[in-house]
């Protein structure tokens, strides 16, 4: 029996690259996703790709700045699913390589709100669902446990606001039986490559700092990771700062 069988998630960002591929995977082990997004087109493909697998697939439009919106999001899954089980923050905010003073003070807010305060807020709402046995899985980057974020040092701060999140949930709603992760993934998207074919030079230099000499695939690398980290056999695991990124990082 799939180890997620009938376990019921909510994916933000899973219209595409990682979060299609989070979606697929624990729908390959048996979960109902709610598979949530801002384009409906990229989450039908996401969702037409869950059931293909044996899972079960809903879409909801959402765009996590919006509070009202995040919690139409909660309430959907729960009035369609009966609860939620699994909460999978992926929604991103554009990187850039910009130096910290070229770095208008505006962008930096919507960074922080779409990627920091969702991820906060989005925790919040699905935690009453959560208590027993849920699983939240969150976000974390290379440029935020790097000696040298040069260039991406905003977007590494609001990353590492991400982690301190998941490190304080995961001591204060232990008791409440909710495990908390964060992970730090490196795979192949359309946003990577259009930043590779966009800054050749960076781009190859940073792939060069990979130890297993590949990009992750979506799904079977860090999908993979995550459905296993929202299963029975990581029951003892919560708190903890996980690199899915073929060795690239290193925590200590």
Same mark, same amino acid.
């Given at each position: 029996m799939p180890f997620l069988d009938r376990k019921v998630a909510i994916v933000t960002g899973a219209g595409t690259g990682i979060g299609r591929g989070v979606s697929i995977a624990l729908g390959r082990e048996g979960a109902h996703v709610m598979v949530s997004g801002r384009k409906q087109e990229l989450l039908d493909e996401t969702a037409a790709m869950v059931r293909d697998v044996g899972g079960t697939a809903l879409t909801a439009i959402c765009d996590v700045t919006d509070t009202h919106q995040l919690d139409a999001l909660v309430e959907t899954t729960v009035r369609e699913f009966g609860t939620i089980d699994i909460l999978v923050n992926n929604a991103q905010s554009p990187m850039a390589n910009v130096p910290l003073l070229d770095w208008p003070d505006e962008n930096f807010a919507e960074g922080f709100e779409a990627v920091a305060l969702a991820t906060f807020r989005l925790m919040k709402a699905c935690h009453p669902y959560l208590r027993g046995g849920g699983v939240i899985v969150n976000f974390g980057t290379g440029a935020g446990i @790097? &000696?040298? &974020?040069v260039g991406y040092g905003c977007y590494a701060a609001i990353k590492e606001a991400v982690r +301190?999140? /998941? @490190? +304080?949930?995961a001591v204060e709603w232990g008791p409440d039986g909710i495990r908390v992760h964060t992970v730090v993934p490196l795979a192949s998207s359309d946003a990577l490559r259009a930043w590779a074919e966009h800054r050749p =030079? =960076? /781009?190859r230099k940073f792939f060069d700092t990979v130890p297993l000499g590949r990009l992750g695939d979506p799904e079977a690398d860090i999908g993979r990771a995550i459905a296993f980290l929202c299963g029975p056999d990581s029951a003892y695991i919560t708190g903890n700062t996980i690199a899915i990124d073929g060795g690239q990082a290193y925590l200590h």
């Open positions: @790097r &000696p040298d &974020p +301190t999140l /998941s @490190r +304080t949930a =030079e =960076e /781009s």
